[in-house]
């Protein structure tokens, strides 16, 4: 359904949405209309702003009423806060426990979201495997990761995924590198597919068993 033919477009569109949404002048609630005035977004192809609109609204950045995009009337820039960062400075965390708590909750979350996942999701998780397949691109891993804790329609498990994978980053540069150097960009992509193949399929004890293998590899990383 969704045919991603220039990625760089769409992720710049979603990112000057962002910017728009973070500096207040795009309020929540407001109507996404007269696309074009926005500054950053006239260089860019219409199709491309309508399918990064498409994944934002998967994202729960924009809802859909009587067939128009508005911004979320929940959305608030509070909600980017990273409450998990602020713990574990305070209680002087080790990244091995990130990694222990990313493990509990993303293998769960895979579990979860073989049972319940929509047609459209799947769509847009395949959208962001086929990105993976022939570049290191650390956005499509956080987006993978994303969009699956979104599919459990738990939204703590959705945040709590979120703080963990902005808190990976911050002590983790350029970790989709670091995993692609470790085991090679094939080897990376089909662990990825296995997850998805088993989530699309409806197989939860499959995405649970994909997401831990995938967890395995990677915990290396957190030493």
Known sequence: MYEFKNHFEIKKAIEIFEDQILSEHLQPGAKL?????????????????????????????????????????????????NPASLAFMLYGGSSHQVYEARLVTECYAAYLAAGRRTE???????????????????????????????????????????????????????????????????????IHCDIYEAIKNQRPQEAYNAMKKHFDLLEKFYQ
């Open 120 to 190: 459209d999701e799947v769509e847009i998780l395949k959208t962001i495997i086929d990105r993976m397949a022939s570049n290191r691109d650390s956005n499509a891993d956080k987006d993978f990761h994303f969009i699956i804790s979104k599919m459990t329609k738990n939204k703590l498990m959705y945040y709590q995924t979120m703080s963990m994978i902005n808190l990976t980053n911050s002590f983790i540069s350029d970790s989709m590198n670091q995993f692609i150097e470790a085991y090679s960009l094939e080897v990376v992509h089909k």
């Open 33 to 81: 209309e007269n696309l074009q005035e926005i500054p950053g977004l006239t260089t860019l192809n219409s199709k491309s702003i309508e399918k990064a609109i498409k994944i934002m609204e998967v994202l729960e950045l924009v809802e859909i009423e009587d067939g128009e995009p508005y911004i979320s009337k929940n959305f608030s820039p509070l909600s980017m806060m």
